[in-house]
């Protein structure tokens, strides 16, 4: 429940609203000149009724503006000729919440209702004049709510605008400063990752010269080197938004699986269902889920085979990637940044991602994309 500056919470003060409405038009009622009838306690209960629901006021503004609005004419009716004003906080609610034309519309009718129930209940000064004035002063007080209600909503919007500002701007200077982090990051890979690529090309090359045979974990991370250097760099051009080269995407799926063969894993690939122009985000996010998966493998599992599994149907892209390594129901994966980093991209896309130990041994990666409704990611 809400609290406003006072530290009252915004039911509670509601309720003291409705309560000192209710009391002021009891209290009117009964010390005012009506025509005594039998529907003195109608009116009373009307009285207290128009001013109690306005408890109500911020939940169902329409609905208390209709009931305050149909008090006020019924208590009129019965013969007691106190103002309306339980409906004035209703309108004063009503246009608050954004209800302006359907306000207007009832306030319309209400001031055409009430000199009808005034007549109703009995003999009045019905004089011109006297029903001038009273005209025109029930309309000032509804402009009057109807202004201060469209005032506050005024102003509540456009502090939500000026709050929903702040929070962007603060969005926008993180993602300023992980793009400096991302930079200076790529900055000290690249410059190990390529030690070690010219490390590898050169005890190639020498290896080579000599007439030996080149280790297949040699030439295994040599072609790594190549591939890691590559990545960075692309990441840097996207980052800095000059990259002229496509993204890595299904498309090179391929290319994973010959490499995680290269290495001695036994990796098999298979697609199935027809294949449909896919948003770019969900083709690069495919890309690394089997690019982390395969990589955890080669790493971690102890795995002899492995097998990539993505079907594409209307709707959605479902990637499997499964191994016959080590791990066993009985132990949980630790969280690492890879399984980490693919649960942030399938969770941003709006899929789902399962990553977990199978039954007969071994781990399974589990992301499905939904492709029909991501249009504007691409």
Not at 165 to 193: F, G, M, P, W
Not at 255 to 283: F, K, M, N, W, Y
């Amino acid at each position: 429940m809400s609290t406003g500056l006072s530290g009252v919470p915004a039911g509670v003060r509601d309720w003291v609203i409705a309560v000192g409405v209710a009391t002021a038009l009891l209290v009117t009622g009964l010390s005012g000149q009506h025509s005594a009838t039998n529907l003195d306690l109608l009116g009373y209960a009307l009285l207290v009724a128009g001013g109690l629901t306005l408890a109500a006021r911020r939940r169902a503004p329409v609905p208390v503006l209709a009931v305050t609005g149909l008090c006020a004419v019924g208590y009129q009716a019965a013969g007691f000729d106190v103002a309306a004003v339980a409906y004035l906080f209703a309108v004063y609610a009503a246009v608050r919440a954004g209800h302006r034309t359907l306000t207007l519309a009832v306030s319309v009718a209400m001031l055409a209702a009430l000199p009808l129930a005034a007549l109703a209940s009995g003999p009045h000064d019905t004089s011109e004049a006297f029903a001038q004035a009273r005209g025109a002063l029930e309309l000032a007080w509804l402009i009057a709510a109807g202004a201060a209600g469209e005032a506050l909503r005024q102003a509540e919007r456009r502090a939500d605008e000026a709050e929903r500002t702040r929070e962007e701007t603060a969005r926008r200077r993180a993602d300023e400063e992980r793009l400096h982090i991302a930079r200076e990051l790529h900055d000290s890979l690249t410059h190990q990752i390529s030690i070690i690529k010219v490390q590898a090309e050169v005890a190639v090359h020498v290896a080579r010269k000599r007439g030996e045979q080149v280790p297949e974990a040699l030439l295994a991370i040599q072609q790594a080197g190549r591939e890691a250097t590559r990545e960075l760099r692309a990441t840097l051009g996207a980052l800095r938004d000059d990259d002229t080269t496509p993204p890595r995407g299904l498309d090179h799926v391929p290319e994973l699986v010959e490499r995680a063969r290269a290495i001695g894993l036994d990796a098999t690939l298979t697609i199935e269902g027809q294949r449909h122009d896919v948003p770019a985000a969900v083709d690069r996010t495919a890309y690394r889920i089997v690019q982390e998966s395969l990589t955890n493998i080669a790493r971690h599992a102890d795995a002899a085979t492995a097998s990539v599994r993505i079907d594409c149907r209307p709707d959605a892209l479902a990637i499997r990637v499964d191994d016959d390594g080590k791990a066993t129901p009985g132990t949980a994966p630790l969280p690492g940044v890879g399984l980490l980093g693919m649960s942030e991209r399938v969770t941003a896309l709006g899929g789902r991602l399962r990553a977990e130990p199978r039954d007969q041994g071994g781990f399974t990666v589990q992301a499905e994309l939904p492709v029909d409704r991501l249009d504007q990611t691409s």
